[in-house]
């Protein structure tokens, strides 16, 4: 990959300003020579920061806090040469353990062993770069104190599955290491031989044409956007089945969107987003899966185009529960309504009179 521009040669061959305080964050800048090591931008960043690893440099990457010639680079792969100024911004280390914070939970179930809770659109699961604080890690621990398991390790204490930032739903949080260790044998058997079973209901484009299948499609990182997942056929195993429940028609009297129940077989990041995707039925408003779908909200109704422009997120919702309890070993159920949002969507969608339930 060729720069559209270098600094002059007047540029300082290597500066390198860190502030003692780590409190206060550390700014590095560098100048590279002809002669030192050129490529990848993560690699030529862990010969000049030995002091950071190479987990920490690829986070400050994808979180916009490097800089080659003054320009944010968030691709770890971008290509560095000679004559390219590279600063990082390293923001002030946060504590070692998250603090409690006073954040409304939507508790739908808790006893000595474990909370089920409603998780809302716009809330991180657990504290990483960009969102170290105001997490469900932090509203837990404020709500447990020190009862929460520390299996998960710090960062993420009682937490044994996660949903994405703008998934809402239905999880389940272990208080206790025993429950701990019962919750995430269950969430890797995803019912292959146990009781384990999660639902979600998604708004896709389009209708598939037929009820219901099965999405069995190996998933791993995305070979050249590394914030996103894809199938690949060297990936790991992953398993989606989908029902269609209900069809909605567009302005020309054809299907434009569908309700679809989906139910995992496995658990692997954006599953859900990545099969739909494949599928061909990408979910409504997930701009990262299903941004060559957006010209088809030309065909949504009047209302229900704009209810997806108000929503700001993709139409996923964890509706369904079902585990053995690691305590009682109840085999117990819960489920949960579309929010308020999600409802909206829905009625707009069926405006025209002319859904069509499956």
Request: glycine content about 10%; hydrophobic content about 40%; aromatic content about 4%.
């Amino acid at each position: 990959m060729q720069h559209s521009s270098r600094p002059n040669s007047s540029a300082p061959e290597t500066v390198d300003i860190s502030d003692t305080d780590a409190s206060e964050g550390e700014h590095h800048q560098f100048t590279l020579e002809a002669s030192e090591a050129t490529g990848r931008l993560d690699r030529v960043l862990a010969a000049h920061c030995t002091e950071l690893s190479r987990t920490r440099l690829k986070a400050l990457i994808l979180d916009g806090r490097v800089t080659v010639n003054a320009a944010p680079v968030r691709d770890p792969a971008y290509h560095v040469g000679a004559g390219d100024t590279i600063t990082i911004d390293v923001p002030p280390a946060a504590p070692a353990e998250p603090a409690g914070e006073n954040i409304p939970l939507d508790i739908v179930h808790e006893d000595d062993a474990i909370i089920v809770l409603n998780k809302p659109k716009g809330l991180v699961v657990h504290p990483a770069a960009g969102h170290e604080t105001g997490t469900l890690v932090n509203a837990l621990i404020a709500h447990c104190g020190a009862s929460l398991s520390g299996i998960g390790g710090v960062k993420r204490p009682g937490i044994v599955h996660r949903l994405d930032k703008d998934t809402t739903g239905l999880m389940v949080v272990a208080k206790n290491d025993r429950a701990h260790q019962s919750l995430s044998a269950q969430f890797a058997d995803h019912g292959r031989t146990g009781e384990m079973r999660r639902g979600y209901l998604a708004f896709v484009w389009g209708a598939p044409d037929r009820p219901r299948g099965t999405i069995d499609q190996p998933i791993d990182r995305h070979p050249f956007a590394r914030e996103k997942m894809a199938v690949r056929a060297n990936g790991r195993f992953a398993v989606t089945h989908w029902e269609t429940l209900e069809s909605f028609t567009g302005r020309d009297g054809k299907p434009v969107a569908s309700l679809l129940a989906c139910q995992l077989e496995t658990g692997r990041t954006h599953q859900i987003r990545v099969h739909l995707a494949h599928l061909g039925h990408p979910l409504l408003g997930d701009d990262v899966y299903g941004s060559g779908f957006k010209t088809k909200a030309r065909q949504l109704p009047d209302g229900a185009r704009n209810a997806l422009a108000a929503l700001g997120r993709q139409a996923l919702h964890a509706y369904l529960l079902v585990l053995e309890h690691p305590a009682t070993g109840e085999i117990m159920e819960w489920q949960t309504g579309l929010p308020k949002d999600l409802l909206l969507l829905e009625a707009a969608l069926r405006s025209t009179g002319q859904s069509e339930v499956c």
